[in-house]
């Protein structure tokens, strides 16, 4: 069983930044591609951004330019540093992590964390 926990989530204003981190746990498992995705309020899920285990990127075009997505396979940790914040931004954060175990690799989901842009 894996178990993914994310931080970092919270309230700051309009142009500001917050860093999110999503650590995995458990034992006898591999880690392959991690990423964010995001929920607003009467919106669907959307993709954020991606990172392979090899450290290849890739972003929502809504992003792109103001959120950087990093990991440390050592820590087993996804990051998503979130600059020049705006009030669209609003949403909560779910990281989620591709995983094999001792069978096919699956998909796990973090609970995620409230992020609130607003003065």
């Known amino acids: 069983q894996v178990q993914l926990v994310e931080s970092g989530g919270g309230l700051v204003q309009p142009g500001g930044s917050l860093r999110l981190s999503c650590a995995a746990s458990?034992?006898?498992?591999?880690?392959?591609?991690m990423g964010w995705s995001r929920q607003a309020p009467g919106n669907e899920r959307e993709l954020v951004a991606t990172?392979?285990?090899?450290?290849?990127?890739n972003y929502a075009d809504s992003v792109k330019g103001r959120f950087t997505i990093s990991r440390d396979n050592a820590k087993r940790t996804v990051y998503l540093q979130m600059n020049s914040l705006k009030p669209e931004d609003t949403a909560v954060y779910y990281c989620?992590?591709?995983?094999?175990?001792?069978?096919?690799?699956?998909?796990?989901w973090g609970q995620g964390t409230q992020v609130t842009v607003s003065s």
């Open positions: 989620y992590a591709n995983v094999r175990g001792s069978g096919p690799i699956m998909k796990n």
């Open positions: 458990g034992s006898d498992f591999s880690i392959y591609s």
């Open positions: 990172i392979t285990s090899g450290g290849s990127t």
